[in-house]
């Protein structure tokens, strides 16, 4: 019996000296970075904890004036090998506050595996690449507070599905242009709404969206987007959207503007909408603000102009047109207060009214 044990504690010493050198060992190490719990830290390769927060102000002719603490977006990202890359944005939208409509969500969640400099394969829960704001749409990365009219509702933001697809970019003589494509779950009917679902395809007939970028010059892009699927459970009725968008940059200018057209199949006819907007952008007194402020790395001050307009029907019994001026001062790239004063004109079955609202925010990226 004793020599049974001296064997036996030979033989898990044996192991347990081997294991040092796994992964597993180093995870379930009690005396690791997170004791007898996992976390990030204890899995190789390297990583960041990023996001970003914003809190709102609002007041109008029909708003109550009120602060909204709107987002924490918390971005969690590893770089397992040089070729594959995890991440993930999971959003806490009001403070997850159920008396008010708060709510958590996983807003993307991907890996991708690098073939080629060309060729990047991506699977898991994708923000979907139609057009610009979607894809860019973090709050310390806008310019002004509200998102464009067309974002709301022409072009669903944030919109996420899960799927299968590759995206890369390369040059062609003088052209640079990017791309992505995705064959992902689709749009459905849940409820009242079409939307994407996580967990299954409502008719298991797959949908295509994918984005076209080319740059003919430095600091100018054009993009065409296109999104097929059929959305309800018999999947014989289709939902088609096609888009362009536009982004240019010389000197302290900028232009950016989308516009996307819907057709829907329903039992009984075919619905368009379309919409777009454009924004016109202008960065002013760097170099003041650098003499002033020495403290601060990089601060400016842009003022911008946007102009939106979302037909829902096509037949004139659904528009709204919205005009917004504003500004804001970044004392950094990612840190930013914005300030804007917007207006917008509804026409609803020959009922015309109007509004105009004031938008006060911070928004800070980590």
């Given amino acids: 019996m004793i020599k049974f044990f001296s064997i036996f504690k030979l033989i898990i010493f044996f192991v347990c000296s081997s294991a040092v050198y796994s992964q597993t060992s180093l995870i379930f190490d009690p005396k690791g970075s997170g004791g007898y719990s996992i976390t990030s830290f204890d899995r190789i390769g390297e990583r960041t904890i990023g996001g970003y927060l914003d809190t709102e102000f609002v007041a109008g002719d029909n708003k109550i004036s009120t602060f909204k603490a709107h987002r924490l977006i918390l971005d969690v990202s590893s770089q397992i090998s040089n070729k594959i890359l995890i991440n993930s944005e999971i959003e806490l939208e009001y403070a997850a506050n159920t008396e008010y409509e708060g709510e958590i969500k996983i807003e ?8 080629t400099d060309f060729l990047t394969q ?135 503007s989308e516009a996307a057209v819907i057709r829907s199949e329903n039992t009984s006819s075919t619905d368009t909408a379309l919409g777009g907007y454009l924004e016109f952008r202008m960065h002013v007194l760097q170099r003041y603000l650098r003499d002033w402020m020495p403290s601060l790395k990089f601060p400016v001050i842009t ?43 509804y026409d609803k079955a020959n009922n015309n009214s109007s509004e105009a609202a004031v938008y006060a925010s911070v928004a800070v990226g980590f």
Avoid: C
């Fill in 122 to 256: 991506r699977t898991g829960i994708i923000v979907m690449p139609f057009g610009r704001v979607n894809v860019l749409h973090d709050s310390d990365v806008r310019d002004a507070t509200q998102r464009p009219l067309y974002a709301k509702q022409i072009v669903p933001t944030t919109w996420s599905d899960v799927g299968f697809g590759f995206h890369g970019n390369s040059s062609l003589s003088f052209l640079d242009f990017n791309y992505s494509g995705y064959i992902v779950n689709g749009l459905g009917i849940h409820g009242s709404e079409v939307r994407s679902n996580f967990k299954q395809d409502n008719n298991g007939d797959k949908a295509f969206i994918g984005r076209l970028g080319i740059s003919p010059i430095l600091g100018l892009e054009f993009g065409t987007s296109i999104y097929k699927g059929n959305y309800n459970d018999a999947a014989n009725l289709s939902y088609l959207m096609v888009g362009g968008d536009l982004f240019y940059k010389r000197g302290r200018f900028e232009v950016v």
């Fill in 303 to 345: 003022l911008f102009s946007r102009v939106g307009h979302v037909d829902l029907d096509r037949r004139g019994n659904d528009i709204t047109n919205r005009v917004m001026v504003g500004f804001n001062f970044r004392p950094t790239e990612s840190f930013v207060y914005k300030l804007e004063y917007q207006i917008e004109d």
């Fill in 108 to 115: 993307q969640a991907w890996v991708d595996y690098q073939l």
